[in-house]
């Protein structure tokens, strides 16, 4: 089955920083990625949809120079959590899709925290 | 209104009972209709879709309404393995999705 490849997994890092995650479909290519924040006892909240090769689209409320996504390829992703605050700590978790959505492909989700 | 909405729960059954979560959605055009499991502090995973005639697959039944604009989710001769988090997810086109808030499900010996 298809497989989304999230890394890393868990990362610690001072507040000020900033901090990649990297999203790679590995056996499909994926024309759609998403990525969602998860605040604990809560539900998955949309951050931005990125199609390859343009610009993402981000949710409102979310900052776009903040939450940096490059999607320059169709089996990468790459979130940018810059100038990192302790409130920006969370789990965040990116999504691929190969037909428009349908059918979403998990990745294993990286834990922030910011000290 | 949400998009979608989902009684958070929690929901605690014995072992061996049914039980059944709805979730609603507000957009008629929407398309296309999941349901993903989630295990505490992972990602989710797709569980069922939901097709317009209803489907089923082992103790689990998925079911579309259209007309009353809600989806279902029941499960049989509930597990300890079954506790987890239900995510209801809707497509309404476009790569437009939504999430429900999850219901939360705890499985009791």
């Known amino acids: 089955g298809a497989v989304v490849s999230q890394h890393p997994s868990r990362v610690i890092c001072k507040s000020g920083t900033s901090v990649k995650i990297e999203c790679r479909s590995l056996?499909?290519?994926?024309?759609?990625m998403f990525w969602y924040r998860q605040f604990p006892k809560q539900s998955l909240m949309l951050m931005a949809t990125?199609?390859?090769?343009?610009?993402?689209?981000?949710e409102q409320g979310v900052e776009k120079d903040k939450f940096l996504i490059n999607h320059a390829s169709l089996t990468l992703s790459t979130l940018t959590v810059t100038s990192a605050h302790p409130e920006d700590s969370s789990f965040y978790i990116c999504?691929?899709?190969?037909?428009?959505?349908?059918?979403?492909?998990f990745g294993n989700g990286t834990r922030l925290t910011v000290t | 209104r949400k998009e979608v909405e989902q009684d958070p729960g929690p929901f605690n059954v014995p072992e061996g009972a049914t039980v059944a979560f709805n979730c609603t959605y507000s957009?008629?055009?929407?398309?296309?209709f999941f349901w993903y499991r989630q295990d505490c502090r992972k990602e989710p995973k797709l569980l069922m879709s939901?097709?317009?005639s209803g489907n089923e697959d082992g103790r689990f039944t998925a079911q579309l309404n259209r007309a009353s604009q809600y989806i279902s989710l029941l499960i049989r001769d509930s597990k300890l393995s079954d506790s987890a988090t239900y995510l209801c997810?809707?497509?309404?086109?476009?790569?437009?999705?939504?999430f429900g808030t999850g219901t939360r499900l705890t499985v009791i010996p």
């Open positions: 999504s691929a899709s190969a037909d428009s959505g349908l059918v979403l492909h």
């Open positions: 056996d499909f290519q994926a024309t759609t």
């Open positions: 990125s199609n390859e090769g343009s610009k993402a689209t981000y």
């Open positions: 957009n008629s055009a929407s398309q296309s």
């Open positions: 939901v097709y317009s």
């Open positions: 997810v809707v497509n309404t086109g476009a790569n437009n999705l939504f």
